[in-house]
């Protein structure tokens, strides 16, 4: 039943070693988002895309990047993570008009050593 | 001035009250209004979204006044399961006149219910 999956839940990763985080949809969704949420804080948008077409945070850091290869799946890569970046990274997913609902995945949090 | 402001909270009451939130949000082209409902350690989950009529699900009655760019959630007879961090969220317009559904959240307001 899930909609938007997540893997790994629990990823931990030593300073500047790069990580991928990975998101799955069921929904046949076009749009998909990654955001970062630290502790205490508001998710922070990152990116999204929209089909294809890759939008950019003006404030994300290049360390930051993401791929989607199909409608089903995008990635959020980490290419030189720092203590700074542990957080839970939350993906989600979006229908055609800009007010559907956004569907959450569960997040990866992302521990930094 | 951020974005998304909501009340800082946390509010600490017993069961049965009933509580408010309050949040004010800047960009008047913003589309559309929606709380969300985060408890610790995991993702958000929409609660409601909100229209200018007000609406209202069982407990839970979500107001917009879009002159006064001003969200409201009130819950009645506030249960346990109820405590979690509620998060304002507001969809506005995308840059260039786009609209792509970027969402903005406030901070989020730590609500405890008490037995």
């Known amino acids: 039943d899930a909609m938007v999956i997540q893997n790994p839940r629990y990823q931990v990763t030593q300073f500047g070693k790069p990580v991928t985080l990975s998101c799955s949809q069921t929904l046949n969704h076009n749009v998909m988002y990654w955001y970062q949420q630290k502790s205490s804080q508001a998710p922070k948008l990152l990116f999204h895309y929209y089909d294809k077409d890759f939008n950019n945070e003006a404030d994300t850091p290049d360390n930051f990047q993401s791929r989607r290869p199909n409608t089903s799946f995008c990635f959020l890569d980490i290419r030189s993570p720092g203590l700074g970046d542990a957080a839970m990274y939350l993906c989600a997913t979006r229908g055609e008009a800009s007010t559907d609902t956004q569907y959450f995945g569960p997040g990866t949090r992302l521990t930094v050593l | ?115």
């Not at chain 2, 609660?47 to 002159?67: I, K």
């Not at chain 2, 109820?82 to 840059?95: E, I």
Request: hydrophobic letters at 30%; aromatic letters at 12%.
């Open chain 2, 1 to 115: 001035r951020k974005e998304v402001e909501q009340d800082p909270g946390p509010f600490n009451v017993p069961e049965g009250a009933t509580v408010a939130f309050n949040c004010t949000y800047s960009n008047s082209a913003s589309q559309s209004f929606f709380w969300y409902r985060q408890d610790c350690r995991k993702e958000p989950k929409l609660l409601m979204s909100v229209y200018s009529s007000g609406n209202e699900d069982g407990r839970f009655t979500a107001q917009l006044n879009r002159a006064s760019q001003y969200i409201s959630l009130l819950i009645r007879d506030s249960k346990l399961s109820d405590s979690a961090t509620y998060l304002c969220v507001v969809n506005g317009a995308g840059a260039g006149g786009t609209s792509y559904g970027k969402l903005t959240f406030g901070q989020g307001t730590i609500l405890t219910v008490h037995p």
